[in-house]
């Protein structure tokens, strides 16, 4: 019986970004994203937080600009860690969740001004790196 669909190649390994222990004792210390930000540009956490509390003050624009930033920065640093434009980026694996985080928040910026392709390609992006991330990320 053959197995149509299948990739023969298999799923490649799954990504995990490198944790950063200053920009996590500075979070933890509760530092402002703003600051953090600043002080981390590369970072994707600090731009999904911005991107959070924009969209959730109704801030739209500035949350879609937030979020836009944290993901692009995301890829930057996944393709750093071997990532090949697919495959699982695990949110189990916390460096990976400020990635996940901005990606998410820009779904939902992009779904608020009306781009509902760009909103629908993201969504499927976030369900392809983890199946279980957007259920995470809403609890």
Do not use: C
């Amino acid at each position: 019986m053959s197995q149509l669909g299948k990739n023969l190649l298999g799923e490649p390994d799954p990504t995990l970004l490198e944790e950063n222990p200053e920009l996590v004792a500075r979070f933890d210390a509760g530092d402002e994203a703003e600051d953090l930000a600043r002080a981390f540009p590369k970072e994707q956490l600090p731009w999904a937080i911005l991107a959070e509390e924009a969209l959730t003050d109704g801030r739209t624009l500035e949350g879609y600009a937030y979020a836009r930033v944290g993901y692009h920065r995301g890829l930057d640093a996944l393709r750093r860690n071997g990532w090949k434009g697919h495959g699982p980026v695990p949110f189990s694996h916390e460096p990976n969740r400020g990635f996940l985080r901005a990606l998410a928040a820009l779904g939902q910026a992009a779904a608020a001004i009306g781009e509902l392709d760009e909103a629908e390609r993201i969504q499927k992006f976030l369900n392809d790196s983890d199946p279980s991330a957007a259920e995470q990320l809403q609890s």
